[in-house]
């Protein structure tokens, strides 16, 4: 067993020796609170589905790990350990145009997955790497999903305008407004404006939530 980087809800993520190569190993393990049957079904599919997910995120042009090995049996994945620093231990520190640049290459990134039905399902800055090359890597596609609609699209930037604004407090406004310019130069005029209208009526709901 390598070194334990992440012990999530679904799975744990490992860097480890594989092949002579640096890897990351994802394991899923058994859920005693679920019906063993119905546990190795959940497992194998949510297996499945992230490779699958990653894959379509490449072809859309959106830079994600090298995927190596996919072992259904036991519910693991062998990817790629992507060589870089997380954006979230470098986006307080650096100027405010490092910063601003960096959003809106993430607003690309962002827009490129929309545009292609792919919701990420966890943006935030701890599952985005900064290579050395200076390209944004997207990791974690475990909650991911396909899907064109305007609400999927909204609850995934408010998700991450909410992961912003709780690590990156300060500078929550200029890294979201940045996001969205980059956003808009793939998606377009019309469908930012319908995503920012979406964002701004999860964001009611959540008051209203909130206040009952």
Same mark, same amino acid.
Do not use: P, Q, W
């Given at each position: 067993m390598g070194i334990l980087i992440k012990k999530g809800a679904e799975a744990s993520i490992y860097m480890e020796e594989w092949c002579g190569r640096k890897v990351i190993f994802k394991r899923r393990y058994p859920k005693k609170y679920r019906i063993p049957e119905l546990d190795k079904i959940l497992q194998i599919r949510r297996t499945k589905h992230e490779p699958q997910m990653i894959h379509k995120a490449k072809e859309a042009g959106v830079p994600t790990p090298i995927i190596f090995l996919v072992d259904l049996e036991e519910a693991t994945i062998v990817m790629e350990f992507v060589e870089g620093v997380r954006i979230k231990e470098i986006l307080n520190e650096i100027s405010s145009e490092e910063r601003v640049k960096i959003c809106r290459e993430i607003g690309k990134l962002v827009g490129k997955l929309h545009k292609n039905g792919i919701i990420h399902g966890d943006l935030t800055t701890s599952n985005m790497i900064l290579t050395p090359h200076g390209s944004i890597v997207l990791i974690d596609f475990g909650l991911s999903e396909q899907s064109f609609e305007?609400?999927? @699209? +909204?609850?995934?930037?408010?998700? *991450? @305008? @909410?992961?912003?604004?709780?690590?990156?407090? #300060? /500078?929550?406004? !200029?890294?979201?407004?940045?996001? %969205? !310019? +980059? /956003? @808009? !130069? %793939? *998606? +377009?005029?019309?469908?930012? *404006?319908?995503?920012?209208? #979406?964002i701004r009526e999860i964001e009611r709901r959540g008051r209203y939530v909130a206040r009952r």
């Open positions: 305007v609400e999927a @699209r +909204g609850v995934d930037l408010h998700l *991450m @305008r @909410r992961a912003l604004a709780s690590t990156h407090y #300060k /500078y929550v406004n !200029e890294c979201f407004n940045a996001v %969205i !310019e +980059g /956003y @808009r !130069e %793939i *998606m +377009g005029d019309d469908a930012t *404006m319908e995503v920012l209208d #979406k």
